[in-house]
């Protein structure tokens, strides 16, 4: 199998032509990390050296034989070190695998390695001290979003065709909008968090993958998605598979399109372009749209992300071994100082505030069926535009860098909405545009019919970026 054919397929292309005997899953491994190498050599997004052997893995489940990549975000698979991007953990090795990994394992996925993070993946920015910058496929001078940056590097530039990522502000669907992918944030509760978490960073953090085409992420819902044992709670189950809905009718939906951001910071016009686009494409296709968003209290979105930062640091300082804090970066240090000076009441107050965020906004889903953002504030950034290790940031002013260029995908980390960024728009310069979709709580199924509508009307997988194994 050569690169350029091996890059042109999706995962479930590849799993394809394993079961039709046109080629072995031992040639597309063979094939996968020799694609890695190429594309790692170029984008700086393995943080450590490809494994050798793969991870064990199901030889008959439903991605069989797919090449795959976990994220360094903490211990994910037994025997796999993480660092969380930081050089203040040298390498602690996981003891067990999460039951999401143990999902991965049974789906056939052949894991052959570990994605760069920024810093406690606190940052839109894959730039860590650690590791240095992940650079975007589409222009190497950029970066790639985080905190799934390394994942989304990676996938862009045909090295696999899938891979693993969360997302607690955004980190699965600003690096999908960066580099050109479909990056899903399932609903609340869809996806386990277990064994080691009652609800992951309060309920605000979530699990999945990303991906180059929407019948990927679908299928994969498909295969990790459900309750796991002793989950504190769920989502409500799909009426059928999520492959099944590519190509369903989802009848005349009330769509609203803002390209108006709640805390009130300016949106790039090619961005908010690509959003009211996609919101006509679907007024074509015969769904009623109209200009509308949610009712979005901004200083109880505040304090519910102090929350998060609070549960974030809090995995560092209720652990056995605490790290050093001179080995770490300015932003994380004040991570740690703020869960430090938190008290009880700081955060009762801030759990209350997530719950009248999310009663309203889940209000206005009881109006609209779909509603559509831009999925970032701006394009693609320069590598060290967010400063991430600067000591002049204080909590204020590194909330205030991360809203000014991702002010539209928090909130519903807040809310527990599902949400989606698909590939929708190109800048003049060439660098990529997503737009973001949300539904009401448990409609993922809503969300992958549109998304499978605008796939067809608005395609992009002719689109590579510059750096693609598929050209090599």
């Not at 930081?86 to 994605?115: C, E, I, K, N």
């Not at 504190?232 to 939906?253: I, N, S, V």
């Not at 609209?368 to 600067?390: K, S, V």
Request: charged share 15%; with cysteine; aromatic share 6%.
């Amino acid at each position: 199998m050569k690169l350029h054919e091996y890059a042109k397929y999706d995962a479930v292309g590849i799993r394809n032509l394993i079961r039709a005997g046109e080629v072995t899953a031992d040639e597309v491994e063979a094939t996968a990390r020799q694609a890695l190498a190429v594309a790692n050599a170029q984008v700086n997004g393995l943080a450590l050296p490809v494994f050798a052997p793969a991870l064990d893995h199901a030889a008959d489940g439903p991605f069989a034989g797919v090449p795959f990549l976990i994220k360094d975000h903490g211990p994910v698979a037994e025997g796999v070190p993480f660092t969380l991007g930081s050089r203040a953990l040298p390498g602690v090795v996981a003891q067990h695998d999460t039951d999401l990994m143990a999902r991965f394992r049974a789906a056939g996925l052949v894991t052959l390695g570990l994605t760069t993070v920024p810093e406690l993946c606190a940052s839109f920015s894959t730039e860590s001290v650690r590791y240095g910058p992940t650079r975007n496929p589409w222009a190497l001078d950029r970066g790639v979003g985080g905190s799934s940056g390394g994942a989304a590097a990676l996938v862009a530039a045909g090295a696999v065709p899938v891979a693993h990522g969360s997302d607690g502000q955004g980190s699965i669907r600003i690096p999908a909008s960066c580099c050109g992918l479909v990056g899903l944030k399932p609903t609340r509760g869809r996806v386990t968090c277990g064994p080691d978490a009652g609800e992951a960073l309060l309920g605000m953090a979530y699990e999945f993958v990303l991906t180059r085409t929407v019948r990927d992420a679908a299928g994969l819902l498909d295969a990790v998605q459900g309750p796991g044992i002793g989950d504190k709670y769920t989502a409500p189950p799909p009426r059928r598979p999520y492959a099944e809905e590519l190509g369903a009718d989802p009848g005349r939906l009330r769509v609203a399109v803002t390209t108006q951001p709640w805390s009130g910071t300016p949106v790039d016009g090619q961005v908010a372009a690509a959003a009211i686009l996609t919101g006509q494409v679907l007024e074509q296709a015969g769904h009623s749209v109209s200009e509308s968003g949610p009712y979005v209290d901004g200083e109880a979105v505040m304090l519910a992300g102090m929350a998060e930062g609070v549960a974030l640091a809090s995995l560092l300082l209720l652990a056995p071994r605490q790290p050093d804090p001179a080995m770490m970066e300015a932003v994380s240090r004040q991570f740690l100082q703020l869960a430090r000076e938190c008290s009880a009441l700081d955060m009762l107050a801030a759990l209350n505030a997530q719950n009248r965020v999310t009663r309203s906004v889940s209000t206005f889903f009881t109006e609209y069926d779909l509603l559509i953002t831009p999925t970032m504030g701006r394009l693609p950034a320069p590598h060290g535009t967010l400063r991430y290790d600067d000591p002049g940031h204080t909590m204020s002013t590194w909330g205030a860098a991360l809203t000014d260029y991702g002010p539209f995908t928090g909130l519903f980390n807040i809310t527990g909405h599902p949400a989606i960024s698909l590939p929708l728009g190109h800048s003049d310069d060439g660098l990529p545009i997503g737009v973001q979709l949300i539904a009401a709580h448990g409609r993922e199924d809503l969300l992958f019919q549109i998304a499978a509508y605008l796939e067809q009307a608005m395609p992009w997988k002719d689109r590579t970026p510059p750096v693609f194994v598929g050209n090599a």
